[in-house]
Nanobody, 123 residues
């Protein structure tokens, strides 16, 4: 069993940056792709970014491409999401998850969801 704990969220103004962290405990995540998702109030949870098990491949939603960067440190069992040039529409609860199957980064491919961390962007 993998337990994930997200941190680093907060309230910032548009244009600011935040770095989210996801700490894993329990079983190893080093042989799994990892992902970040987000859910805004009244909306479905949506894919944000994913990273392969070795960090060599990354995937991004079009809405965050060029602004967000996903990274990982397998030795520390950590996954990060650097978020730059934040926009109002980035406001959401951000979740970290382990990809257990599939290659399309669908929500159903992921599990061991963390509790989420709130990101609020204001003007």
């Amino acid at each position: 069993q993998v337990r994930l704990v997200e941190s680093g969220g907060g309230s910032v103004q548009a244009g600011a940056s935040l770095r989210l962290s996801c700490a894993a405990s329990g079983r190893t995540i080093s042989n799994h792709a990892m992902g970040w998702f987000r859910q805004a109030i009244g909306k479905e949870r949506e894919f944000v970014a994913a990273i392969s098990w070795n960090g060599r491949m990354t995937y991004y939603a079009d809405s965050v491409k060029g602004r967000f960067t996903i990274s990982r440190d397998n030795a520390k069992k950590m996954v990060y999401l650097q978020m730059n040039s934040l926009k109002l529409e980035d406001t959401a609860v951000y979740y970290c998850a382990v990809r257990y199957g599939g290659n399309n980064n669908r929500e159903t491919d992921f599990g061991s969801w963390g509790q989420g961390t709130q990101v609020t962007v204001s003007s």
